[in-house]
């Protein structure tokens, strides 16, 4: 009986760090961009590579913090690309994404409003204000 309740009890946290840590909407952006129109909320989109260093600055620093979750949670659906997949090939080329990472902030219609380019601070608050 004990071992099933620790099964349970490490299997309940890993889906709870789950569930807290993905905070993005769908890694879909079709999915995404209808729901924005929708919902006539803002759209963030992280643009990633899975050997790019700097990517790494923002899942280890910034993306976890709280805070940080909570403003992107209330002003954006949120979105996280690898730019070199194929089926992401075709908004990375709308977007003219030539570095990573690169966030692109944009409106419902999925205009760009804003891009920020590179990991420039470990500090949370540093993107929450650029945002």
């Not at 913090?65 to 089926?87: G, H, Q, V």
């Amino acid at each position: 009986m004990k071992k099933i309740l620790i099964v349970v009890l490490v299997l309940f946290t890993i889906d709870s760090c789950k569930n807290d840590k993905d905070f993005y909407l769908s890694q879909d952006h079709k999915t995404v961009f209808k729901a924005a129109v929708k919902d006539n909320k803002k759209i963030f989109i992280d643009f990633y590579t899975t050997w790019c260093g700097s990517c790494k600055g923002y899942d280890n620093f910034i993306f976890p913090d709280s805070i940080f979750k909570e403003y992107l949670k209330a002003e954006f659906y949120s979105l996280k690309l690898n730019a070199e997949l194929p089926e992401n090939k075709t908004i990375a080329n709308k977007y003219k994404i030539t570095g990573y990472p690169t966030i692109i902030l944009a409106n419902p219609n999925g205009t760009e409003i804003d891009r920020i380019i590179g990991f420039k601070s470990e500090k949370p608050e540093y993107y929450i204000d650029l945002l």
